[in-house]
């Protein structure tokens, strides 16, 4: 049965230490050093989007802020380019929050798509506003590789939020 | 609305609305966006960011480390047997270059000394290894493990076994950024080594460079091959830079539009030879004193050689 809130699954409250250390093991795999590779995904800005949908009140826009400037930072590029697509990534996944967690897994995926595609967009309006140049088209595949992570990541991710599954016939839930 | 005139508190307390956050999130990243693209006022933040950060980056290497590592000691034996043959050769083979070279050297400086002439900096380098390119898409850097603490300095050449690859534009405690010559911002005066002819090279994205503001009709030749002339007082003057590949001549243009391919393996990875500084050069004369110099009706400026 899918984590959503469609289903009947219910889910044990989110430990504070458990989303600080994910998005910091997302911060590490985005130190990995790829290169130029593409189809690579930001996996700060996969894990960010989930905590933002699931957790609106805990992970917001301060986090993706300073998420940002980290990501400036650790991959040489404009200070603040990083940081003004998060925090739009991140308003925009806490302002959908309520509406994205109603639908099935894959139909959650296709909400977020756009939302990772809008922040490429907007750090490439701003860093050719700077005179930089195209990164190239391969470049926006990194997005749809975060989407297609979406499944799995949710489920990993909420797995120490999941509680067995036993059938209590006195209990109606 | 309350009897009093104001709104009752809130059952929750959450803070600003998500727009008031969404607004000042915004604006501060446009202010430090516009603060590091203008103004370039932001290297102290990032120098202490970067130098914080060194410990989780080098963390998150091990894997990447300990992977080739291990690919190392599996190469086989092989390889290893026909790399030194190969090297050894290749020894042999410039040792003779090397010992004219200081025979050369050594001639060079009498004749300068006889000509008066500033002795030329002896070209003095480091060797870094390049880690790993910068994954930032928009431009081409790389990352080198030499930093200020192996006294690499912002603006040194870095060269490779061919010829120049970039330049060093960020020093970090450890690590140095590698502006590499395809990246957009990156221009190096270069001259023609047939005939001297000198130009700006300018990086075109995309592992191109291209040679900016010939005219039309200027004497070069795809095939030729460009060198640094040494007039910015950054490059050593002589170094190997680039090829022409293609030149464009449309007449309905006033530049010519040729395309040069770098020399140096400039988007490959391995080991670099940073450059050291050159002193400064004597300080560029002032704007030439405006001289009133009208032209007499009838006659032509005369040229003056240069």
Known sequence: ?????????????????????????????????????????????????????????????????????????????????HALAYVLLAFAAAGWSRRVLWFPLAQQALHVLPMFLGMQLVMMTTRMLGGAEFPGVLWFLSSFTATLLWHPVTYLLLTPQFRPEDKDVHRPI | MSVAGHAPPPFFKRGPAPLVRLAFFVSLSLILLVADLRFHTLEWARLAVATVAWPLQRFAWLPIDVAGDAGAYLS??????????????????????????QHLEQENLRLRALLDMRARLPAEGRIAEILYAARDPF?????????????????QAVVDDIGIIGQVVRVFPLTAEVLLLTDKDQAIPGEVQRNGLRAVLAGAGAGM????????????????????????????????????????????????????????????HGLALVLGSRTALPPQPDDAPAIPEQPSRGKRAKKKAP
């Open chain 2, 76 to 101: 086989r034996q092989t390889s290893l047997l026909r790399d030194n043959e190969e090297l050894r050769r290749r020894q042999l083979g410039a040792a003779n270059l090397l010992l004219r070279q």
């Open chain 2, 139 to 155: 431009s081409r850097r790389v990352i080198i493990d030499k930093g200020s603490q192996h006294g690499i300095a912002a603006g």
């Open chain 2, 209 to 268: 460079m291209e040679l900016r503001f010939l005219a039309a009709n200027a004497e070069i030749q795809v095939g030729d091959v460009l060198v640094t002339s040494g007039l910015d007082g950054g490059y050593l003057p002589g170094l190997p830079v680039a090829r022409v590949v293609k030149i464009d001549r449309d007449s309905s243009y006033s530049f010519a539009r040729i395309t040069c391919a770098p020399l140096a393996g400039v988007e490959r």
């Open chain 1, 1 to 81: 049965m899918q984590p959503i809130h469609s289903s009947r699954r219910i889910l044990l409250p989110v430990k504070n230490w458990f989303i600080v250390l994910t998005l910091f093991i997302a911060l590490l795999l985005n130190l990995l050093p790829f290169g130029r590779l593409p189809g690579i995904p930001d996996w700060v800005a996969l894990v960010l989007a989930f905590w933002c949908v699931h957790q609106p009140l805990k992970v917001g826009m301060a986090a993706a802020f300073v998420l940002g400037l980290a990501m400036d930072v650790a991959d040489a590029s404009v200070m603040g380019q």
